[in-house]
């Protein structure tokens, strides 16, 4: 039984459901103040610094900061989140989908701190369930403006060129912090990714050894190494007197000497 097995044991009763509607109802009352009061948003938003100077509200506030203002992107990003996020925690539990976010949440907070970044928001926890989602529901379609038909495996592919353009291009704020949603996904999947990747392995190997093989002859004369291909008409015979049970063509199915010879006891 893994840690996780244990702690949902032990702590399930602690879990909150829902908690993908939380998140977006939080996104909405302050997408409604951010629309009345300009100033609001940054001073919720995550600041180290004014996290260090007593604004520790800022630590709770940050998740539910709306990452745009544009009515339009805001309902599909909420739309996509709570689709992603719902359906994660019908696959796993409330409980283990806390985990996901708790352990996304932390995560993104460490390397604002480590690094005194003012860039960590909610997008990347947002991220993590993105790649999560993408993983288990890889043929899962999206309808783009509800027209265009798109599998999440190649939304997440495209989520995936970005996570490494931006951590190759980026500074090292940048690097970590796109680390942590990627970090958070291995922790959960790399196991699982690990035996896919040996699987197809196997199975690639299979296939070379199969295609390989494919013109390799059936029968080949243990004396003069005739077969089936190099002489389409010969006839091949096994002889049982001899080890291993070899073939022989039919001209020296009857003289040859046998390989290691059964002796009568």
């Given amino acids: 039984m893994s840690l996780l097995d244990r702690l949902e044991r032990r702590c399930r009763r602690y879990a909150i459901p829902n ?14 103040m951010g629309w009345t009061d300009e100033k609001l948003l940054p001073s919720l938003a995550l600041s180290v610094p004014a996290v260090l100077g007593g604004e520790v509200w800022r630590l709770a506030t ?11 992107w805001l309902f599909f990003a909420l739309y996509l989140f709570f689709l ?15 985990v996901y976010l708790l352990i996304a949440y932390l995560a993104t907070l460490a390397v604002a701190f480590a690094t005194m970044s003012q860039g960590a928001t909610a997008a990347f926890i947002e991220g993590s369930v993105f790649l999560a989602f993408a993983h288990l529901f890889p043929d899962f379609e999206l309808y783009i403006f509800f027209l265009l038909p798109i599998k999440v495996k190649c939304l997440a592919l495209l989520a995936w060129i970005g996570f490494g353009w931006a951590f190759i ?53 243990a004396a003069c190494g005739a077969t089936e291909r190099s002489h389409p008409d010969m006839d091949f015979r096994v002889c049982p007197d001899c080890d291993g049970a070899p073939d022989y063509c039919v001209d020296h199915i009857r003289d040859h000497e046998h390989i290691g010879k059964k002796r009568d006891a």
Avoid at 19 to 32: D, Q, Y
């Fill in 19 to 32: 908690v993908t509607l939380i998140l977006i109802g939080g996104h909405f009352v302050l997408f409604v």
């Fill in 62 to 72: 940050f998740v539910f900061v709306p990452p745009t203002l544009n009515p339009l």
């Fill in 84 to 98: 992603m996020g719902t359906a994660l925690e019908a696959q796993w539990g409330a409980f283990r989908y806390n």
């Fill in 169 to 221: 291009s980026g500074d090292w704020a940048t690097r970590l912090l796109v680390a942590a949603p990627v970090a958070n996904f291995l922790l959960f999947f790399g196991r699982d990714i690990v035996r896919r990747v040996r699987y197809a392995r196997g199975r690639m190997t299979a296939q070379v050894r199969a295609y390989r093989d494919r013109d390799k002859p059936f029968h080949r004369c």
